[in-house]
């Protein structure tokens, strides 16, 4: 702890099970997201299992080299949750029981409308003597936060949503308080929709090389179906993020989504916001992904009415009333049946735009003609107006089926943007 | 270095871009569960940025606590790639250009059409004394292998085919070899729905206790609406896995999911497919998320036709017929609507079976009477029998939606078990 840590800098210690602890990465994602976009630098990030030797020595790694420690995971109440202890050991501080801590622990039960709380919780309820209780709405671990020879540390529970709600809450306005100065930078991200990654590489380059020369930080990120460009900035250059929005905006046209990390889902409820359009689905091979994704946006029920998973051919002639023979002619997986599905939708859906999506996300289905990967979309703006695309992806089924659902949701926010202004 | 390590024990370091490393979960996730299953124990996985300091210093971290490390990243051409350098200084050895790897580059490029190779990528010819070279068949990086005061150090590429690829081709047969005794252990998870962590560890303490004594591993994770227990054992005790299932079995008894990580939608088809049953859902808060996760997995087209994503009041009248006055009288989120959407989706879904899922899944929406989390389910088996239940389910939106679709999953599980043999 005698060596001087780099400023600003965070160590991420991530506990959990021995067998699988790749389950944990989420929280790396989300803490390293978070905190590199307040211009913190995440130094080291150290998976561990459960095992009170290791994790005092990983915590111990990222004392020795970074400003702050965040811990995740190991609060729980079963047997195997230790990082509560190793803390204490490796700070040579005794646990104390609080109860406070053990009254909101029952107060959770009782919301879940659970009588006799485990004798077990009791463990979660001690605290390490001098920390700093930091409650938690979702789950039954509180955090704790330890100041320990100059450092901060920060215990957090281990589930994504619990982590990332409490380093929200407390982590972040808490350091920013100590570390004003991490503000210095600023971060920021670009979404271009259905682009290959080496494409929006190379049609970026002279931007990248004019950000970089002016000390910035360019990283391309490839997600589903979608490219996310991050930029760092010195607050004192935060002009030239304009500049790279308008640039972009002109390389890549409706392909560009826009700015600060915006989302395909995100882009598409804004237009249909913008224009008071309610929309609604058809899906067969998504299953009901395209209606789960534009759902996980609060308020998206002002602008979705609702999708038909039609997975089985005759659902898709009773509810969505496709023709027999259009079924049988062309298959269901063909430009005339995502037709027939979208004017259905629009019209069951009592929609002002629709989107179908039906194809072959295997491992089976698959004939010489129609491939695993063979996507067929149509978007329905009137009865009579409509446009088609045919899509090839490849991948799993898992892959297949999201990015079909993505690049729906992206093919729909194009024909209203090219459409209905 | 002095210090032994544990057997068998493998460090992973994960190098790449500041900005984003959470990128390189792959990488860790793919090391894991390779090596944990072949019995090798991963102590520490650690993520770190492009700099040569910090690359250093968390191999040398690896390097005093496992015997085996591998790192993944760094080897590519480009200015910010370091990863070979940074261990050549750390080793105290020196870089040599060899003809062989230059060779190999060039072969590379011209397959891929390509005939100026260009200079940049000698750097990727020069190997670190003394270490053997690993060939890449998909990419121009190849790796080296190293031994290093009693350990041995990989050096992999980052792509992760690449990389899974290598550790696949040379380093599980290489420390099979090196340490064959870890194949000696096999691994198990057995699931058990909708009980709390505490509960499942607690009347699993004596079989925790009896397996622990036997030489066995058992850890418990908490997964949305799932507990997983993982147990490790030795391979001469492989016949303990038929005693804990059926233990399993009597203690949790419908909560009892099955083996070898089996989810609870798999749980759900196993069931529907034993018994040619047909189901189709109705959902409004989970928004399509139960159909997406059914149709997960392949062959769910057997026993499911659909589901009813009726998101509006409008589609829940329009198309399931639930009446407008018990709509209007107990609200969308009651016990009545629930059944008036099961009953609509198995008439309209041509189905044996039926469910329906309807709530708050906030952040809006709520009323004193209705808190956000609250989710009404029904199940019909024919249009007079229906069972229902209510959850109060906690945490975000999205949160909210994943454990109600798992839980009705369940439930539906749960109904088909009691009353369809």
């Known amino acids: 702890m005698n060596k001087k840590a780099n400023a600003y800098s965070v160590g991420i210690v991530c506990v959990g099970s021995e067998l699988l602890f790749h389950t944990l990465n989420t929280n790396i994602h989300i803490a390293t997201r ?3 976009m307040r211009g913190f630098e995440v130094n080291f990030n150290v998976v561990v299992c459960d095992k009170s030797e290791e994790i005092k020595k990983a915590i111990n790694f990222c004392l020795e080299n970074s400003e702050i420690v965040v811990v995740s995971g190991g609060l729980g109440p079963t047997f195997d949750d230790v990082t509560r202890e190793s803390v204490a050991e490796l700070t040579g501080r005794n646990l104390v029981f609080s109860e406070e801590i053990w009254r909101e622990i029952q107060e959770r039960f009782k919301e879940r409308r659970i009588v006799n709380v485990p004798e077990l919780n009791k463990k979660q309820a001690m605290i390490i003597e001098g920390g700093v209780i930091l409650s938690n709405k979702s789950g039954t671990a509180p955090g704790i936060r330890l100041e320990y020879m100059g450092r901060i540390i ?3 529970p281990g589930p994504p949503r619990e982590f990332e709600e409490m380093l929200t809450n407390y982590v972040l306005p808490d350091i920013e308080k100590n570390y004003g100065i991490a503000q210095n930078t600023v971060c920021n991200g670009f979404g271009i929709a259905g682009e290959p990654e080496a494409v929006v590489d190379e049609k970026t380059k002279n931007l990248r090389e004019r950000i ?4 910035g930080q360019w990283t ?7 490219i996310e460009l991050w930029l760092k900035l010195p607050k004192t250059k935060q002009f030239l993020f304009a500049e790279v929005e308008s640039s972009l905006r002109e390389i890549f046209e409706d392909s560009f989504l826009g700015t600060n990390g915006i989302s395909i889902q995100e882009a598409l409820m804004i237009m ?9 689905f058809a899906e067969s091979c998504t299953g009901g992904l395209a209606g789960h994704l534009i759902t996980e946006i609060p308020g998206s029920s002002e602008c979705f009415n609702g999708s ?11 509810i969505l009333k496709v023709p027999k023979t259009v079924l049988r002619k062309f298959g269901a997986v063909s430009e005339e049946v995502a ?3 979208a004017k259905g939708a629009r019209k069951y859906g009592k929609a002002d735009i629709s989107l179908s999506i039906t194809g072959i996300a295997g491992p089976s289905g698959a004939t010489e003609e129609k491939p695993i990967g063979l996507v067929w979309m149509a978007v329905a703006i009137s009865n009579h107006f409509f ?3 045919k899509f090839y992806f490849s991948g799993s089924r898992s892959a297949i089926k999201l990015r079909a659902a993505l690049a729906g949701i992206d093919f729909l926010r194009r024909v209203i943007m090219r459409n209905l202004s």
Chains 1, 2 share one sequence.
């Open 34 to 36: 978070l905190l590199e």
């Open 387 to 389: 446009e088609t695309r």
């Open 154 to 156: 920060f215990l957090l």
């Open 220 to 226: 391309i990120l490839a997600l589903p179906y979608l």
């Open 212 to 215: 970089i020369s002016l000390g």
């Open 308 to 318: 038909f998973v039609v997975y089985s051919n005759r659902l898709k002639k009773k």
């Open 339 to 341: 037709i027939a599905m």
């Open 272 to 280: 249909l916001k913008e224009r008071k359009l309610v929309c609604a």
